[in-house]
């Protein structure tokens, strides 16, 4: 039994997560101790609310880098389908609910999200240059053939579904309160079926397999074009997911408020213990890293600290996360290389 | 027995213009241990596509238990029995054990479900085949490469298997793991399943396989049992050329060492070593990988500073603390591991030779001087022969051998005194080894000073004229070459 917990240990030490985990609970404590305002009711929420776009972003991001790619055009694919359907539902002066701006959103968003994967997967260029170029393209359909202007008003569902809460939280001392938005179930859906699919399908271990080798996943007989094309679209259609939430959640649709938002996802995915060369990270992880940005974008000023320095503090926070994780490599590789230096001898 | 398992019959094969494969014949019959040898580009790996079923051949066909076809596709030779191992073994470092070993065959069956333990008892039906002990459970890039081997055994195990090709099994292995691999291989033979080994060194030809097959420049130059081979038909046959051992013997040795060690030592891992290399002498350097050999050749070129004693160059102590200052004194090193240490592969061969003489090529204003640098290159490419259409071509789409040849032509290229080399031809196949050793004996008639560090005795008491044995960290032999033999190197080796 001691064997076994000290193995657990052992294997917990060598892992992301504990670390992460244990940054995040030190954060939150010393807001808490700083302010007294963290763990109220109304600040979780909060936090919760602010969790649900960054955290679809940074779903799909941690798909595309675990098979070993990077995208950089999820902010303005979101941007261009949720500006495209929303300006489409406003012109038609469409009156219904929701889920029509949803549908056509993931519909646009996975045309997009194909033509990403069409150009990584079957035209086998590197993602990070098709990526910065349809992230471009995206932004140039939107300014040229969508002209777009902030929308400052959005169709009535929209405008419903983003006020409609679950809960409301109310801080008995300072009497504020804050939302649940029903959207946020949108996100604990997305979560669980990309946590099910990664762990239950060959499709889900196909994109690890690809992101470790894709000469062997090839050779095992994982469709390795195929799968990054599926996963492209899926992408692109997580994406739009968040892009809707955020455009019912402002209650307004900017065409460049998102843009932008990719290198502090990415940096959270990564912070979260996702290799950025593929292959090995947790949706666990990737979610504690977000949330950790999260956290440092919206509650340092409740530590005192002026907003002007956020992007110092979140700056820091990504060397030193990545840094422990990219120490840890090292001290594994140079213990195996001793391994298997005393092996030789034996 | 005398049914054969495989026949390839009269096999052409060209690429966009190269004949690939002129006309070879290959048989193999079940629980036969088959070895195919030839140099890099003379066709063995084009042979062992058309057999998997990865290219199809231009003519000729094959015969699998008898049924005849004219060309196959990947899943038809698994379904006849065929796995192929590959050099890099097709793993997925970034998954466990268990899954590596059961994603194949869950493939195979079309699931697109994962179920996590029939994948365990797949894993584990697996290893079982051949014992191999294992957690399921680890990182298979946590794993040696031996172990990493296994799994692609038993994995390829897992499919009826009748015949399995393995391209150059034994490369990174250590010697007690090749007599572990020799052992499963032939458990397997008792299974009656054949073994196709690609490989060009001469000594496991000769242990492991009953038969052969040798293939030079696309044809078949012979093929029988191994009982009839030697080493000199050997390597005539991968090369069609007759070698005469050609044991160095200096000439115009210098009066005074060029080099000289006196007690060095480092960290434990080397003490109290002293030798002297005279122009014109080549000094070989041998013992265990854990000798010291190698870091004594580190410290030599200031990789990793001495921190006793002091080398001497040209009779002047020298404190070497960086490979500026060895290259300043003018001494060369070619690592061990050249394709990582030693060139950018990614770079032209001629951006690779004049590399670490740049600044003696350019113009008063610090511009290159293209025709200088040119003149240069082509001097290097003709006096080594590196067989290149295009010195622009990058170093990557050399043979091992050229590769080393550059690796020689950058520090030529800086008129040296002393020139280390660690492991010269470690991957190489038998004729460029022949001619960089021939490069190298010149090299010294010429008076360079050469430490070769080496453990292929053959090639240490071919080439050297003095040999030391270094033995944890100190040196215990300092012979003449000529008056010494494998077995007695051997005996202060161990």
Same mark, same amino acid.
């Given at each position: ?27 939150? #404590?010393? $807001?808490?101790?700083?302010? *007294?305002? @963290? ?10 609310? =602010? !969790? %649900? ?52 959103? #993931?519909? $646009?968003?996975?045309?997009? *999200?194909? @033509? ?10 590197? =993602? !990070? %240059? ?217 | ?494």
């Amino acid at each position: 039994m001691e064997m076994k917990t000290q193995t657990l240990l052992k294997k917990l030490s060598r892992r992301n997560e504990p670390y992460i985990f244990l940054v995040l609970l030190a954060l939150c #404590l010393l $807001i808490e101790v700083r302010s *007294g305002q @963290f763990f109220s009711s109304n600040n979780l929420v909060d936090i919760a609310s =602010a !969790l %649900i776009v960054p955290g679809l972003f940074a779903i799909g991001a941690f798909m595309v880098i675990v098979s070993g790619g990077i995208d950089v055009s999820f902010p303005a694919l979101a941007s261009l389908s949720v500006y495209a359907t929303t300006k489409y539902l406003l012109d038609t002066n469409y009156q219904g609910g929701v889920w029509v701006a949803i549908v056509m959103a #993931l519909a $646009i968003g996975a045309v997009l *999200g194909a @033509f990403n994967g069409l150009f990584i997967g079957y035209f086998k260029l590197p =993602a !990070l %240059i098709v990526t910065l170029g349809s992230s471009s393209v995206f932004k140039g359909i939107m300014q040229g053939a969508l002209n777009s202007k902030q929308l400052t008003t959005i169709p009535v569902g929209m405008r419903e579904w983003g006020t409609s809460s679950l809960f409301i939280a109310k801080n008995p001392v300072s009497g504020l309160t804050s939302r649940m938005p029903v959207a946020s179930l949108a996100f604990v859906i997305v979560l669980a079926l990309v946590f099910l699919m990664l762990r239950y399908t060959m499709f889900g271990r196909g994109i690890y397999a690809i992101g470790g080798s894709e000469a062997s996943a090839h050779r095992a007989g994982f469709g390795v074009v195929k799968t990054k094309f599926i996963m492209y679209i899926m992408v692109g259609m997580i994406a739009s997911l968040a892009g809707v939430i955020r455009v019912c959640m402002m209650q307004q649709a900017h065409p460049t408020n998102m843009l932008g938002m990719e290198m502090n996802i990415i940096a959270g995915v990564v912070l979260g213990g996702t290799a950025i060369t593929g292959g090995r990270g947790t949706l666990l992880g990737c979610m504690l890293g977000t949330l950790l940005i999260v956290i440092v974008e919206n509650s340092l000023i409740l530590l005192g600290v002026p907003t002007s320095w956020k992007s110092v503090f979140t700056g820091a926070l990504i060397i030193i996360g990545t840094g422990v994780s990219a120490y840890q490599v090292i001290r594994m590789n140079s213990t195996r290389k001793i391994k298997a230096k005393i092996q030789e001898v034996v | 027995m005398a049914e054969s398992l495989l026949k390839a019959v009269d096999i052409y094969k060209s690429f966009v213009g190269v004949q690939a494969l002129k006309k070879v014949n290959f048989e193999i019959k079940p629980g036969e241990i088959h070895c195919l040898a030839g140099e890099n580009g003379s066709g063995k790996s084009t042979l062992i596509k058309i057999i998997s079923g990865v290219y199809s051949p231009d003519d000729g066909h094959m015969e699998f238990d008898g049924k005849s076809y004219s060309k196959i596709t990947p899943i038809e030779a698994i379904k006849n029995g065929i796995q192929v191992i590959y050099q890099d073994f097709s793993v997925f470092p970034n998954l466990t054990v268990m899954e590596n070993l059961a994603f194949n065959s869950e493939l195979a069956d079309r699931r697109h479900l994962v179920n996590w333990k029939r994948m365990r008892e797949i894993a584990e039906e697996a290893v079982a085949k051949i014992d191999f002990k294992v957690d399921l459970d680890a990182l298979v890039g946590n794993l040696t490469v031996a172990e990493k081997q296994m799994i692609a055994i038993s994995r390829a195990l897992m499919f009826n298997t009748k015949l399995i090709i393995m391209d150059e099994p034994t490369t990174a292995l250590t010697k007690k793991e090749v007599r572990n691999l020799f052992n499963i291989i032939l458990k397997l033979k008792e299974r009656g399943i054949a073994i196709l080994f690609v490989s060009h060194k001469l000594n496991e030809v000769f242990e492991i396989s009953e038969n052969f097959t040798i293939l030079r420049s696309g044809e078949l130059v012979a093929t029988g049992s191994t009982s009839e081979l030697d080493a000199k038909k050997f390597s005539y046959y991968m090369t069609g050329r007759d070698f005469q051992q050609r044991h160095f013997v200096p000439v115009n040795l210098s009066e005074n060492p060029i080099f000289e060690a006196r007690g060095v030592g480092m960290g434990g891992r080397f003490t109290d070593v002293s030798f002297a290399v005279h122009r014109g002498e080549i000094l070989g350097i041998t013992g265990l990988l854990d000798s010291g050999r190698t870091e004594l050749a580190l410290s030599i070129f200031g990789i990793k500073p001495i921190e006793t004693g002091q080398f001497l160059v040209d009779g002047n102590p020298v404190r070497i603390s960086s490979p500026q200052v060895a290259i300043g004194n003018n001494i060369g090193y070619v690592p061990e591991d050249r394709l990582s240490e030693g060139l950018f592969l990614s770079q032209s061969i001629a951006d690779n030779i004049v590399i670490s003489e740049i600044d003696r090529l350019v113009k008063s204003a610090g511009i290159l001087d293209k025709k200088k640098r040119s003149a240069e290159i082509d001097k290097w490419v003709n006096e080594l022969a590196i067989a290149t259409p295009d010195p622009n071509n990058a170093c990557q789409t050399l043979s091992g051998g050229n590769q080393q040849r550059i690796v020689l032509a950058k520090w030529l290229a800086c008129n040296l005194d002393v020139l280390v080399l660690n492991g010269p031809t470690v991957g190489v196949d038998i004729g460029s080894k022949h001619d960089i050793h021939g490069i190298l004996q010149q090299l010294a008639k010429e008076g360079l000073g050469l430490i070769i560090i080496s453990d292929d005795l053959p090639e240490v008491l071919e080439n050297c004229s003095r040999v030391l044995v270094m033995k944890a960290g100190r040196i215990v032999a300092d012979m003449n070459a000529g008056e010494t033999d494998e077995k007695t190197i051997l005996s202060y080796m161990l």
